[in-house]
């Protein structure tokens, strides 16, 4: 006789194995489970909301609108598929966080030791500090485009010093809404911008999905893709979901988790909207025109006397939003990853957290006061480290999500492996473009 999912026949009786009763257990809890309503899937709009509005930072906003001011729409699938990589980057860690409640880096210390989650940490830090500058002076370029009077140098230290008493503060909820806010403003701003583009709809169908490479620019490819992946980010989502639910006592894990991925996917696809909502921006207006954007605040600037002066101060706003809430991110989510790294205290109160903070908050000044700017040689050694930690955090991720001894039946199935192992696939080929491109420059 075919036993599936069964132990034995005695007597005629089915007796079932350890899997089938689970399965049995999981239906039976199902069944009986409320339906997740929308005011919980509203509630639950937090710690992916952080991370997009990190994700969407200057850095993202040059990117994007380089790419469409060079190639118009036809990078559009591209940033598809970066969003679409960097949901399946992050993913993973939703799971591992709601079923254990631990954080992705307490799994790293637990599981893999203290001095690898150190590691990570400290190259964390340090890559945050050195983009730091950059997400300050884009933020304060595009006040600079509302008020010339006041120096860059200025409105960095006004920036980096808000950042600082928010995250100093340190209150979760808190975090969230500011962050509701520069998504908000994100969305409006730069789909406004649209708007007053008039994109051509019928281009931008056949021209944005042709799924060609432009200009066989393959590192325009990863550029893209390497955008929308920074390297704490899928720690830092993870750091903020055990946050979220760590006292959450009347939602059922399943619920937690279904809420989890609900946040996560929505999130995401606001930062999608996001990106590409910049790009038919640069690709309507400045597309043809033979018009150079090397910077978000060259885009600001060439939109006013091509598309009036609401595009420049709608574009304005939404860098300054970018900007800002990036450069709030890395400093926010210091005490949490240095916490659970080096299993200490995560609380913003302690003096070695806010040691910490301070240092990603006070660095940007010293580096615009010193350099007028970020220097190249900081740049390419930020983007080095980024390039050499992505592939260390996806395969530290991997590890921990396929570990029996932590995630018992919820494992990473076979689909979910091969989604993963593509992940590693492409941040391995990010890491050799980073590391080539250092290596012209030396």
Known sequence: MVNYGYIAYIGGIAIPNEAEIHKRQTQSKQLQEPPVGWRERIKSLGPALIVAACIVGPGTVTTVSIAGASYGFQAMWILIIACLTAYYFQKPVVKF???????????????????????????????????????????????????????????????????????????????????????????????????????????????????????????????????????????????????????????????????????????????????????????????????????????????????????GVLFSLGLWAAGFSSGLFNISVQPALFGQAFGKSEDTRTSTNRALMLIAGITPIVVVMAFGQMPIQLIMGAQALNGLLLPMIVGSIWYICNKPGVLGSHLNTRGQNIMYGIVMLIVCFLTLRVLLSVTELI
């Open 97 to 311: 966080t709601i079923k254990t409640k631990m954080s992705a880096m307490d799994g790293i210390r637990l599981y893999m030791g203290k001095w690898w989650s150190g590691t990570i940490y400290f190259a964390l830090l340090l890559g945050a500090i050195a983009f730091q500058a950059g997400n300050f002076t884009g933020a304060a370029l595009a006040l600079n485009f509302f008020l010339p009077s006041i120096s860059i140098l200025t409105w960095v230290a006004i920036l980096a010093v808000s950042a600082i008493v928010v995250s100093w503060i340190g209150i979760y909820r808190l975090l969230e809404n500011i962050n509701r806010v520069f998504i908000g403003l994100m969305v409006l701003s730069f789909v406004l911008t649209v708007f007053l583009s008039g994109p051509d709809l019928g281009a931008l169908v056949t021209t944005g999905f042709s799924f060609q490479v432009p200009d066989q620019n393959y590192w325009l490819v990863l550029a893209l893709i390497a955008t929308t992946l920074p390297p704490n980010t899928a720690l830092g989502l993870s750091a903020f979901i055990k946050n979220k639910y760590k006292e959450e006592q009347t939602l059922s894990k399943a619920a937690q988790l279904k809420l989890a991925h609900f946040d996560l996917r929505t999130n995401l696809s606001i930062a999608a909207i996001i990106s590409i909502s910049i790009l038919i921006c640069a690709g309507t207006a400045i597309y043809g025109t033979g018009t150079e954007i090397t910077s978000a605040a060259d885009m600001a600037y060439q939109l006013t006397p091509l598309l009036g002066q609401y595009a």
